[in-house]
């Protein structure tokens, strides 16, 4: 039998100073009451661990991996290319480069092992997009996923008739 608690999506960033930056994904989750787990798991500093995280985040039951990383930020693209799972990839800015070098990092992977990768510090999309991945599989979820388009809608329909006014 599925437990409803046990977590579909995996959170993971290379430091807990990511955290600020990646909070924002585990937020959206819970917004869409979504089971998610957090962890620190660097590709540097625990390379062993890292690649244990990834060969068996399919077999635990995940659907999909959230990963952050900042400066040379090799974690999503080492995760990908150890499990069958979606990883969307976060760049963490950092102190120096405005988060370019995270960005490039992230995003330029060879053809075969991809990372979905957000805008810089586009925690909350990275959570979004895990949620439309598994709506894909659950209408229920899929629905409340279109409930949350319409209200961006109103929202920024609101805005123009205010600026109108
Ligand atoms: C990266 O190094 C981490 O993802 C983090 O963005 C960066 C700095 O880590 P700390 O020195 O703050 O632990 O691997």
Not at 130 to 142: G, K, N, S, Y
């Amino acid at each position: 039998m599925t437990n409803p608690e046990a977590p579909l999506v995996g959170i993971v960033m290379g430091s807990d100073s990511d955290w600020p930056v990646m909070e924002a994904a585990a937020q959206a989750l819970a917004e869409f009451e979504v089971p998610f787990e957090v962890d620190v798991v660097s590709a540097h500093r625990m390379p062993r661990e890292m690649v244990a995280y990834g060969e068996q985040a399919h077999a635990r039951g995940l659907k999909a991996i959230i990963a952050g990383a900042g400066g040379a930020a090799h974690l999503p693209g080492m995760l990908a290319s150890v499990t069958p799972l979606p990883v969307i990839g976060v760049p963490v800015p950092l102190k120096y480069l405005d988060g370019m070098d995270s960005l490039m990092s992230i995003v330029q992977m060879p053809a075969g092992v991809p990372v979905a990768t957000v805008s810089i510090a586009g925690a909350r999309n990275a959570g979004l997009l895990a949620v439309r991945m598994l709506a894909a599989f659950d209408p229920e979820l899929a629905e409340r996923m279109v409930d949350f388009q319409a209200e961006l809608n109103a929202q920024a329909t609101e805005k123009g008739k205010k600026l109108r006014a």
